[in-house]
């Protein structure tokens, strides 16, 4: 899979199939429109690209920061797997939130890739104003001469899976159900760091992952999690409320000890979540309870 990044409209392509959208979490739905972009475009002879924005669009209209589901170096391993030939991301500033729909499509999806068939979901919409409704692009399909895909949303329960839910059930802590939307293990990347030692100095050494700040974090507890290199564990997420300490942290404990160093960067996959975050009234009970939790991890699998 090719990758490039768009600070302005460049011929990148002389015709290609594309689904467009933020594709944050590239969730089961999202992967749904990235399945029919892939099948419409073996079946039309043409390149299939997912064009995508960064920052996100809530990002720069937002008055504080998003939290991402997915940054966007995390979209790019699932996206490769997909089988597309080519991820775009475009710079979202004031010149491309001030463009419409038609001055959007005109300039980037026709004229920096050659779009012959554009693939997007039900609730999509984009353009100044969100004025590129589906009612809209039926009618800029029509005038402008290219195929116009609507995907079906993928239901769970009763309702049509989406990054905000996801988002919902990471900071309730349903771990399982989030996965479930996402069809893969929610990912937490970041930066190693070094931490206080305390967990060393309790028996329980820990990789210390500082995330990017617009990095959505589940909310704090404790969680089964698995290493990039395959090594399960514990991935605790808070303070240290035993000590008086409340800054927020992200630390793995492995069953075997990871191979990193200060600086390095380090993924976890999050599997389930194991309990709340507790205050122990000393490090004894603490110590007590993290041995329950690491048999937990032992005798479960990751």
Known sequence: ????????????????????????????????????????????????????????????????????????????EPLSLSGIDMAVFANFDGAFAAQTAREFISAYLIGSLGMKALIVGTDHAFGKGRGGDIEALRAIACDIGFELVVVEPVLVGDSPVSST??????????????????????????????????????????????????????????????????????LYIGGAPTFGVREISAEFHGLDKPSVREGDGYCVSILSRVRDEIRFDGADELVAQMIKDKAEIVSGKC
């Open 1 to 76: 899979m090719k990758t490039e990044y768009l600070s302005a409209p460049d011929r990148l392509l002389e015709s290609s199939a594309v689904a467009v959208g933020s594709f944050d979490g590239l969730h089961i739905g999202h992967m749904r429109v990235i399945s029919e972009l892939t099948s419409i475009a073996r079946g039309l002879g043409l390149p299939s690209v997912v064009f995508s924005f960064s920052p996100h669009p809530r990002s720069f209209f937002g008055r504080g920061v998003f939290q991402l589901l997915t940054t966007v170096s995390e979209k790019l």
């Open 165 to 234: 839910r996801i988002r919902e059930l990471l900071l309730a802590g349903d771990i399982v159900s989030a996965n479930a939307m996402l069809g893969r293990p929610y990912l937490l990347c970041g930066e190693v760091v070094s931490g206080a030692g305390r967990g060393r100095k309790l028996g329980f050494p820990t990789v210390n992952i500082r995330p990017p700040k617009d990095k959505l974090v589940p909310i704090n507890g404790v969680y089964r999690a698995v290493d990039s290199e395959g090594i399960c564990g514990l």
